[in-house]
Each structure stands twice: as C-alpha cells, then as structure tokens.
C-alpha cells in the first residue's frame, strides 16, 4: 500500500518541513492533499512520471518531488500556524480521471 | 468553479437506510467518486461513476445523473461501523485533478 512518514510531527511557525510518501508498487502518479480537521481533502498538487501535472490553489511554499522509484516529498517552507492539518499522499496507477486514489494514512503536522 | 457540495452532518438509525448528496458543476465534468473515511484514518474508495445510473455494490450503491450535476451515495442496513465522514469527489476533463467536497459525517445510534 502507499506508506508516509512521519506520522506525527510538531514544527514552529517559520520552519521548514518535508513529508515522504512511498507510492503503492506499479502505480507512478501521486497526489498530495491538505485535510484540516472537520474537512474534505484540499488538493495541493499531482506528479506523473516526476513532473508537477497541476496545483491547487495553495501558495510556492509549498513544493514537490516524485523520484523515479514513485517515492515522492511534500515540502513547506515558512510554515505559518494555519499549516497544521493532516498531509495526504495518494498514488494512482496512471495519470489520468478515471482512476481511484489510494490513500496512506497521512501525517498530522502542528505548527506551534 | 468546482463547487461540490453535500450535507455536514446526518444521523440514522442502526439497520435503516440513508442516502448521502452530493451536488457538483456540470460544466467539464468527467466522472465522480464516494470515498468513506473512519476518524483519524486515511479516506478509502467505495465507487465511481461516469455514466448515468445506479452502481451496486453489497450494501452500498451509488448513483449519477450527470445533467443535473447529481449524485446520491445510498448505504443499506446499516451498521455501527458505518459510522464516518463519505466524501464526494470530482474528476474533470481538462486537468487529471480529483476534487473532494467536505465530506458528510454520518452518525449511526443504536
């Protein structure tokens, strides 16, 4: 399945942070969600094939990698309070709308 | 915009039947998805639709009309364990972003 880590993690408001994501095997999109506590997922941006393939309405500090192996990083820089929610990996077998998300478990940032 | 909207909060009994909404742009529309998400764990897939009409699966089955930007998520004889937030979610045929509504969390009592 799509394994993140960490699972938990506590950083200050100004900090940098970076969140793994390992993809499920065979499947090489990944997307990368914000959900804050109470609601849905907010879409932060999608890789295929190691390039950035769209972005939601969320500001530059906010960055991405996909490494060939479909492993992936989410980064935040100057992290700011409202930053605190649960960080969502999902990995599809193939770019394109039709195809389900599978979901890791997430890692739940706090920004103190 | 992507506006997808569904009920915050439902309550229904134990054994009984409850039907989520969920309303969406029809404008590019592709296709949608039912996601269900147990607190604290990670959004798990229930159905997709593209066409119009009824998809079952078990207990649960969903359905689409795509001219009325519609779709309704319907769980039978329900269960305690049923419990959770489903999401509605949009894929649209200009980018390959899926978009979620957020979410109705349904409270089953006894």
């Known amino acids: 399945g799509v394994t993140q880590s960490p699972t938990h993690l506590i950083k200050t408001r100004g900090q940098q942070v970076t969140l793994r994501c390992s993809s499920q095997?065979?499947?090489?999109?990944v997307s990368w969600y914000q959900q804050a506590l109470g609601q849905g997922p907010q879409f932060i941006f999608q890789y295929y094939r190691e390039e950035e393939n769209g972005r939601g309405n969320f500001p530059p500090r906010f960055s991405g990698l996909q490494f060939p192996n479909d492993s992936s990083e989410l980064n935040v820089n100057a992290l700011e309070l409202d930053d605190s929610a649960l960080y969502l990996c999902?990995?599809?077998?193939?770019?394109?709308?039709?195809?389900?998300?599978?979901f890791g478990n997430g890692t739940r940032l706090t920004v103190t | 915009g992507q506006n997808i909207d569904q009920p915050t909060e439902m309550t229904a009994t134990e054994g009984a039947i409850v039907q989520i909404n969920c309303t969406y742009q029809t404008s590019g529309f592709n296709g949608l998805f039912w996601y269900q998400q147990h607190a604290g764990e990670a959004p798990t897939f229930l159905s997709y639709?593209?066409?119009?009409g009824l998809e079952e699966k078990g207990r649960f089955s969903s359905f689409l009309s795509r001219s009325k930007g519609y779709s309704y998520l319907l769980l039978k004889e329900l269960q305690m364990k049923d419990s959770a937030s489903y999401l509605c979610?949009?894929?649209?045929?200009?980018?390959?972003?899926?978009?979620f509504g957020k979410g109705t969390r349904l409270h089953i009592l006894p």
């Open positions: 999902a990995s599809s077998p193939y770019g394109g709308q039709n195809s389900p998300l599978h």
């Open positions: 095997s065979g499947h090489n999109t």
């Open positions: 979610a949009v894929s649209w045929n200009r980018d390959d972003k899926i978009i």
């Open positions: 639709n593209v066409l119009d």
